[in-house]
Nanobody, 116 residues
Framework: VQLVESGGGLVQAGGSLRLSCAAS????????MGWYRQAPGKERELVAA????????NYADAVKGRFTISRDNAKNTMYLQMNSLKPEDTAVYYC??????????WGQGTQVTVSS
């Protein structure tokens, strides 16, 4: 499984961005997918996750009500709509996929920078 993120960039506080994660390869084996982020000097943290059918999602408290995760299995793509962005959302955002067998895959990351 290969994961490629896109959609990062520079935005002012209060603005919006939509990240995409395109999966290729043995996508039929993917179960849960998620977005993680890592700010400078901090550990990587879970932002949001979504189950294979898209019906179950969970979010970090810091982004609840502002971010929305979704996936289009027909397009093998996952999204993260980020609204009301804050400077503390600045980080490299990584796409994550977990296979039913337990293998974990990561994308290369996309930078999100929110200016105050």
């Amino acid at each position: 499984v290969q994961l490629v993120e896109s959609g990062g960039g520079l935005v002012q506080a209060g603005g919006s961005l939509r990240l995409s994660c395109a999966a290729s390869g043995s996508t039929f084996s993917i179960n849960t997918m998620g977005w993680y982020r890592q700010a400078p000097g901090k550990e990587r943290e879970l932002v949001a996750a979504i189950a294979s059918g898209g019906g179950s999602t969970n979010y970090a408290d810091a982004v609840k009500g502002r971010f929305t995760i979704s996936r289009d299995n027909a397009k093998n793509t996952m999204y993260l709509q980020m609204n009301s962005l804050k400077p503390e959302d600045t980080a490299v955002y990584y796409c994550n996929a977990v296979e039913s067998a337990g293998w974990v895959y990561w994308g290369q990351g996309t930078q999100v920078t929110v200016s105050s």
